[in-house]
């Protein structure tokens, strides 16, 4: 017990990495304990139709955002003038800019987006919804400040305390119109709530309005391969939306985002940790400058990878009891969904571990690669899936991707000298082993899903 509180002491690399994964891993429990408080009560204040609706406006919102990203916080992260001033006003231009820039795209994408799914009100809930984009753009760098010397405590209760002013007012809107607006209106408030807050609160230089155009110019080389990513991963994290949108009823719909906002539970963790942790891990102490350097990254590794598919599997075996105690009848039909979706996400925690190589290095353009990789085999992989086994055949697809992009992943971690064979074989055999327990333990339930498509 004793050596592991002093690794947490010091100000060397490891004892702040393992600090920041403690405040990580509480921001997001935090953070999805208050989700999941909010949604008990809103799924007794509203319907399932109004979960579904809120699905096509974040497909849409977030599209955006992920076809619109620069990189601004990896480069931060990275970059040897990370703690320059003039290179942190000048990203803040661009940020504020781009935020503008998502607000005016959701205006003018709203009324094409309501006669494609058919719903008629997306052409005023999306344009409410894109608000949060504009407060979005004028958050302080000092966040990616901390993210990048691994200072995160004071941000960690920040955030949260933004977080818990947006569900709040999610669930006084709630009672007031008794619709989807209460779910739109909350994201923007919780928006302006942590630009205020970061601002006020977080230690830090303010940033000013100052532009450098050879900056500008290194932002935006370092950048346009993590455009193109986080465009790909759009597709990878909201395609099965855009997809099932077309083929689900708003019922269905809803139902399928209460089962995805449990079983992704584990998921989101890992990449809220992996994304704030890694970089700094990979850039300050590259594995194959040591043998000590690859030990610790070893377990560093196995503690992530085997912890989030460990929880992903205790989701999947307890899923469909917990759906019956949390909600009502109106549902319970998202507890098969839990199971099999839980199981598809499992196998996506290795890869969570690697992603980080590249960007550490500087090389976005290999990062675009996988993302690409991954990005066409996931989508190709869902509208196949849905067409031929309706849902159970598109939640299905996400774990079928993990499997088929792994050769991709490998090459990507050596390509930066840092792939560990033995672990993902470790891995591959303890979580493929439990996976196929859970789905046997509860496959009355799942196989209810082939052919759902209403």
């Given at each position: 017990m004793t050596r592991v509180i002093s690794a947490f002491k010091g100000t060397g690399l490891m004892a702040r990495a393992l600090r920041s994964m403690a405040w990580l891993m509480m921001k997001y429990g935090g953070a999805q304990g208050l989700r999941l408080l909010?949604?008990?009560?809103?799924t007794r204040l509203l319907y399932p139709e109004a979960f579904g609706l809120m699905a096509l406006v974040s497909v849409v919102t977030v599209g955006l955002a992920l076809f619109s990203d620069i990189g601004l916080g990896p480069a931060i992260q990275q970059n040897p003038r990370g703690d320059d001033p003039e290179f942190l006003d000048t990203a803040w231009v661009l940020q504020i800019t781009r935020g503008i820039g998502l607000w005016l795209g959701t205006c003018a994408l709203?009324?094409?987006?309501?006669?494609f799914y058919g719903e008629p009100s997306l052409a005023y809930f999306l344009p409410l919804a894109g608000l949060a984009s504009i407060f979005?753009?004028?958050?302080?760098?000092?966040?990616e400040t901390a993210h990048r010397h691994l200072l995160l405590g004071r941000l960690t209760a920040l955030e949260l305390a933004s977080q818990a002013i947006g569900i709040g007012a999610m669930v006084v809107l709630a009672l007031i119109t008794q619709s989807v607006t209460a779910l739109v209106l909350g994201g923007v408030l919780q928006a302006a709530a942590r630009v205020v807050l970061t601002n006020l609160f977080l230690p830090g230089r303010g940033n000013r309005l100052r532009w450098n155009r050879e900056i500008a110019g290194e932002l935006m080389r370092f950048g346009k391969w993590i455009f193109l990513s986080t465009a790909l991963w759009f597709f990878t994290s909201q395609g099965d939306r855009v997809v099932l949108g077309r083929y689900l009823s708003l019922e269905m719909l809803g139902l399928y985002n209460?089962?995805?906002?449990?079983a992704s539970f584990p998921t989101m963790l890992g990449h809220s940790v992996t994304g704030g942790l890694m970089i700094p891990i990979y850039r300050d102490r590259p594995a194959h400058a040591s043998l000590e350097n690859f030990r610790k990254q070893r377990l560093l590794r196995a503690g992530l990878a085997g912890g989030i598919a460990g929880l992903s599997i205790v989701m999947a075996l307890i899923g469909p009891a917990l759906v019956e105690f949390l909600y009502d009848d109106r549902y319970l039909a998202s507890a098969q969904i839990v199971t099999l979706m839980a199981c598809a996400m499992a196998p996506s925690a290795l890869a969570m571990t690697y992603e980080q190589a590249p960007l550490a290095a500087g090389d976005s353009r290999s990062y675009f690669i996988f993302s690409t990789a991954r990005a066409v085999t996931q989508i190709g992989l869902i509208?196949?899936?849905?067409?031929?086994y309706g849902l159970f055949g598109a939640i299905l697809a996400?774990?079928?991707?993990?499997?088929?992009?792994?050769?991709?992943?490998?090459?990507?971690?050596?390509r930066h000298r840092v792939?560990?064979?033995?672990?993902?074989?470790?891995?591959a055999i303890v979580t493929g082993t439990l996976c196929g327990l859970a789905l046997w333990l509860h496959w009355d339930e799942v196989a209810g899903l082939i052919g759902v498509i209403s």
């Open positions: 909010s949604n008990l009560v809103l709203a009324l094409p987006a309501a006669q979005n753009g004028f958050a302080p760098t000092k966040i209460i089962g995805f906002f449990l509208l196949t899936g849905v067409i031929w996400m774990g079928l991707t993990s499997l088929l992009t792994y050769p991709v992943l490998v090459w990507l971690a050596r792939w560990d064979p033995l672990l993902d074989l470790v891995f």
